[in-house]
């Protein structure tokens, strides 16, 4: 989300022949193209998942992990209890983008059976939480699940699908692992997420170069989730919103711990540079435009929770047209006709 | 990042002293955020260096705010330096200081 300028020295080797000297450390927007062979042809190439598995890794390897930790385990816990208001149990679960862990340190055997931990970054699953579900740890990427179909009685991810690049395909894979009559509980960030932070740099950038680039990754609106579960084949869908709001010193203190959190910018079309005159006036911004009262700032991440259920024949189906036994006109007398039903059973 | 993160760890610092240094120029941060704060309003328009004399006082505060043990880079050094009136930011970490040759590799070290 925040890529906190560049920080390494860099001693240019000269260009190989026929490279512009202007192209050095530019990196080419990938734009739309999609990679062939690709079962999606609106797939777009938004993120660098190479450089979000490093940012990861780095962020995983920390002294301290726990001290950015504290977004992730809210959501976790969070995620943990609907799973808990589902009454069922499932023996073999999947957690897409685990990070450390934090779904299941909050599950117990019972409810879950075996967990499946998957994630991009090898470091965070070396570093996982103390949970006493026996888990597998995979490393693969959420659009490429290498599992198989019907596998899994429960699939849950924690705020990770905002970094995929292509989502509609990632949702399919899921559908595609889920047994029939198993249910998926995501929760990702949503629109408004770090508007503070992306009102204050796009002001300060305008005012102090001219023109301003993104900072903050784009998000799905809620309406398009509704759309995406629906075309990945999902049932029952339940989408709701949490607005946590965190307060911090500073701007500077909120880009520290998004990057300790691994969630650094790496969208193609990020500026590699934040130029010191552009963090001073941006930090000033927000500090002015958005402050509390006791002098913090506060950033808000949106979250949206997700649960969609795969198709079983079990499961409640609307009625057919012209099935019905009462009319909507009757609604006034509804205590008669339910004492009625009871005394006919 | 390099490999044993010397230059990173350096520049790490001199950014984690910049809240502390923000936190003394109060009065010229809120100035210049309610400067670019008014141009959102209806009827205004937020140009290049629409707050420039705001920011300049700022940018003069900050600087001013450097605490002792800092590095000559975008601190008390950029008021008597000659390239004084050098204004876009120096935060690559190469040193400002001309390079002056040292020794020839044929004396030895």
């Known amino acids: ?345 | 990042m390099s490999g044993n993160g010397a230059v990173w760890g350096r520049v790490r610092g001199r950014l984690r002293a910049f809240p502390g240094r923000l936190a003394a120029c109060g009065a010229e941060a809120a100035a210049y955020g309610r400067c670019v704060q008014a141009s959102t309003a209806p009827g205004g328009r937020l140009a290049k260096d629409l707050c420039a004399p705001e920011f300049e006082a700022l940018r003069r505060c900050f600087a001013a705010a450097s605490s002792p043990g800092d590095s000559p880079l975008w601190g008390c050094g950029l008021e008597e330096a000659p390239w004084k009136d050098q204004t876009r930011s120096l935060h690559t970490g190469l040193s400002v200081v001309p390079f002056v040759a040292k020794k020839t590799l044929r004396g030895g070290l």
């Open chain 1, 1 to 345: 989300m925040q890529r906190l300028g560049r920080l390494w020295l860099l001693w240019r080797r000269p260009p190989a022949a026929g490279v512009a000297a202007k192209n050095l450390g530019l990196r080419e927007v990938a734009s739309g193209v999609s990679p062939p062979g690709s079962t999606s042809p609106r797939a777009l190439n938004i993120f660098d998942r190479d450089m979000k598995r490093k940012q990861k890794n780095w962020a995983a390897r920390q002294p301290e992990p726990m001290k950015f930790d504290y977004l992730k385990e809210a959501v976790g816990s969070q995620i943990a209890d609907r799973v808990y208001d589902i009454t069922r149990n499932f023996s073999l679960a999947l957690d897409v983008g685990c990070g450390r862990g934090y779904i299941a340190q909050h599950l117990n055997k019972e409810t879950v059976g075996k967990f499946f931990q998957v994630d991009i970054a090898e470091n965070a699953l070396k570093n996982t939480l103390e949970m006493e579900i026996p888990t597998v740890s995979v490393l693969a990427d959420e659009e490429f699940l290498p599992f198989k179909e019907n596998t899994f009685d429960l699939v849950v991810s924690s705020l990770s699908l905002h970094w995929v690049n292509d989502l509609p395909r990632a949702l399919e894979q899921i559908h595609y692992v889920l047994k029939p009559d198993g249910v998926f509980i995501g929760a990702m960030f949503g629109g408004d997420t770090l508007y503070e932070l992306r009102c204050s740099l796009q002001l300060a950038e305008t005012e102090r170069e001219g023109g301003f680039s993104p900072h903050v990754s784009p998000f799905t609106a809620v309406n398009d989730l509704g759309h995406l579960l629906g075309r990945a084949g999902f049932n029952t869908l339940t989408v709701d919103t949490d607005e946590i709001q965190v307060n911090y010193p500073g701007m500077f203190e909120l880009m520290e711990d998004l990057q300790g959190m691994g969630e650094s910018n790496c969208a193609w079309n990020r500026k590699a540079l934040l130029h010191r005159d552009t963090m001073l006036a941006a930090a000033a911004v927000y500090r002015e435009m958005y402050r509390n009262e006791d002098g913090s700032v506060p950033a808000t991440y949106q979250i949206y929770y997700m649960i969609g259920w795969k198709y079983h024949d079990s499961q409640a189906r609307p009625a057919e047209r012209g099935s019905a036994t009462v009319s909507f006109g009757e609604l006034g007398k509804i205590n008669n006709l339910m004492s009625q039903g009871k005394k006919s059973q």
